[in-house]
């Protein structure tokens, strides 16, 4: 694939996650009438976009589903077509059908939306002009009304069935500073009401002047209006109808702020390789100059210079790790998106269902390596519809068991030191364990005499093809599934856990590693190599003697258990310790097993080197085959060592 292409499909994914996010916006926001129409005019550019980049990079699939989108979106404007529930949920299979397409380039083309389509009700829902405001249309001017296209009519329309007062708005500015005015002018009419359409005019008496006519709709007196654009030379204001003759029942100005929209972004792409040689050499810089400062420090002992050199060392070291961090933040993004993305498939998965579920997100403000976040996409959509399908049960299966009516989903994200874990919990039926028995006897996995646990249950739903659904839907069931989930997890380093409870629920678990990160790390020695454990976690450094070490350690009055980390490595000590003492490291890391709590331990090492500020870097596909082992990273000396993920360990141990 050409650069040229990359780059588009990089901006087509910005403009169709905004797109989503829109239609979300739009679906909460659709009785809103300015800013429906505001939302609307938006999607409509987001979609405008990616239709004119597919055509120009050669996507032309993407670009023809752009188009019948596009079609969707005017019969929508204009009025020909209600803004129902139906219309919203075409909205949302338009744009993941983009979506696909940015993946997929040889996905089937979004089916054909006719210019004017049937509502739920199964006729087109025409607006119907009332009296009153077919009173006020007649007071335009002919030949601004004809002008009008139809979108622009049914937004005229639909801004007076709201309420709104209707302005004509003149300008009369020297061409000389025209832009300026103009621009001020728009900005302050548009961030309490909406410029329904804007058309120059000519005065052969004044060459000088640059003259426009603006209709302009806002709920407020012409003498607000005034009041607002006094400050602009050459402006004049005049209501088309008197506000008293409209519907004393319209409320008050909405004000709903500036208008952020159309803005351009200050932003530039590059591509991640790009920012890993900049980070390794940002970080190897650091490196060179700290050497460099810790050699003229000692040679500069008990001079008159050392204290500067000391001062000068630790703004260079805080320079380098802000700038370090800097970087490494390049390569985040936000995780809400994905997570967002998660939740709408849910929904859908839910109104096709037939099921009423609420999907609460958590820890959606977090940032997550991009390269991670592209990867647990998909797994994402896939779990949140399976437990939409297969966890939650219908209302009379809820009501039976004694729940309440709605199911729950639960998608929670979540960064701590060297792990990112990404958990979709449901308060449904739970994993049968017999019912997945029966499927693996039918598909020959297991014998027929063989008994099914639990734990054997939840390896075997992560079989290629295996799937307990009675009869596979458009949601899932067609065997093509958990084992794809995995397989695209473990591509990026991480792993796939599930738990359950028959009845109360299913927990899937998506633990990540850490792409590249800077971590301030204690280095010590078992059994003749070198392994960090992050210093965060670390609360004390307590020598012992060889002889005294044992399954439990006495810290501040407490019995803390230990543990040998040649043990916990299941290493095989070439050289036993010729010292006579050992070394203890007392730590601190949270429980997975028991919520918010956290619980302490003692490490038994060989010795204790020091401390590094290091980069570690994941170790790639293969990284979750290497429990406990959160990265690697080189040392100030050259050698290699690698990141050990304690609580992992200890788990595992």
């Avoid at 980049?53 to 188009?67: D, I, N, P, R, V």
């Avoid at 454990?533 to 258990?561: F, K, M, Y």
Wanted: hydrophobic share 40%; glycine share 6%.
């Amino acid at each position: 694939m050409e650069e040229s292409q990359r780059e588009f499909l990089a901006e087509a994914e910005d403009l169709v996650e905004q797109l989503l996010s829109d239609i979300d916006e739009l679906r909460a926001k659709r009785t809103e009438g300015r800013l429906r129409r505001e939302l609307l005019d938006r999607i409509f550019r987001h979609v405008h976009s990616v239709k004119g980049l597919g055509a120009s990079a050669g996507f032309l699939a993407l670009s023809e589903q752009a188009h019948e989108f596009e079609s969707l979106l005017a019969s929508v404007r204009s009025g020909h077509i209600s803004l129902d529930d139906s219309v919203l949920e075409n909205f949302e299979a338009a744009a993941a059908s983009l979506s696909d397409c940015l993946v997929q380039p040889q996905v089937q083309p979004f089916p054909s939306t006719p210019a004017r389509q049937e509502s739920s009700g199964g006729q087109v829902q025409n607006v119907t002009r009332k009296h009153d405001i077919e009173a006020i249309l007649n007071e335009l001017p002919h030949e601004i009304w004809e002008s009008l296209n139809d979108e622009k009519k049914n937004r005229l329309h639909e801004t007076l069935s709201e309420g709104a007062g209707l302005f004509f708005v003149r300008t009369s500015f020297d061409v000389a500073n025209f832009e300026e005015y103009f621009e001020r002018l728009e900005s302050r009419l548009t961030v309490h009401g909406e410029l329904i359409s804007t058309a120059p005019t000519v005065d052969s008496l004044q060459p000088d002047k640059i003259d426009f006519r603006i209709l302009y709709a806002r709920s407020a007196s012409a003498e607000t209006v005034r009041t607002d654009t006094a400050d602009i030379p050459g402006v004049t204001i005049t209501e088309v109808i008197p506000k008293s003759a409209r519907d004393s029942s319209s409320g008050g100005e909405a004000d709903l702020g500036p208008r952020a929209y159309g803005s351009p972004t200050n932003f530039i792409r590059t591509d991640l390789d790009d920012l890993d040689r900049l980070i390794s050499s940002t970080h190897e810089l650091f490196r060179i100059t700290k050497t460099t400062l810790d050699f003229a420090q000692v040679n500069c002992a008990g001079s008159e210079f050392l204290r500067e050199l000391e001062q000068q060392d630790a703004r260079i070291r805080q320079s380098f790790r802000a700038l370090e961090e800097e970087i490494i933040r390049l390569r985040m993004v936000a995780v809400d998106r994905v997570l967002k993305r998660a939740a709408r498939a849910g929904q859908s998965a839910a109104r096709y269902r037939g099921k009423e579920v609420e999907i609460e997100i958590v820890g959606g403000a977090a940032r997550l390596d991009k390269l991670l976040c592209d990867a647990i996409a998909d797994p994402l959509v896939h779990l949140v519809r399976n437990a939409v399908d297969h966890g939650i049960e219908t209302v009379e299966e809820r009501f039976a068991a004694g729940k309440r009516p709605i199911g729950k989903v639960t998608i929670q994200f979540s960064s701590e030191g060297s792990r990112n874990r990404l958990t979709v919990s449901d308060d449904g039926r739970g994993i049968d364990a017999i019912a997945v028995s029966r499927t693996a006897v039918a598909q020959g996995l297991v014998d027929e005499n063989v008994i099914v646990d639990m734990d054997r249950a939840l390896r075997l739903i992560f079989r290629p093809g295996f799937s307990s659904a009675d009869s596979p839907s458009n949601v899932s069931g067609r065997g093509v599934g958990l084992d794809v989930v995995e397989s695209a997890i473990e591509q990026v380093g991480g792993s796939v856990r599930v738990s359950t409870v028959p009845g109360k629920g299913t927990t899937f678990e998506i633990r990540l590693p850490v792409t590249v990160d800077l971590l301030d790390a204690v280095i010590v020695l078992s059994a003749g190599s070198r392994y960090l454990i992050p210093a965060s976690l670390v609360l004390s450094q307590e020598p012992i003697a060889a002889d005294a070490a044992t399954a439990s350690i006495l810290w501040e009055g407490a019995n803390l258990p230990s543990v040998s980390m040649r043990e916990l490595l299941d290493q095989l000590p070439n050289e036993p310790s010729e010292s006579p003492t050992l070394n203890a490291l007392i730590c601190e890391f949270p429980d997975e097993g028991a919520g918010e709590s956290s619980r302490r331990s003692a490490f038994i090492v060989d010795a204790i080197e020091g401390s590094e500020e290091v980069l570690v870097r994941s170790l790639g596909r293969h990284a979750a085959r290497w429990t406990g082992v959160a990265g690697a990273s080189e040392l100030r000396d050259g050698t290699i060592a690698l990141v050990l993920d304690l609580p992992r360990l200890l788990n595992h141990y």
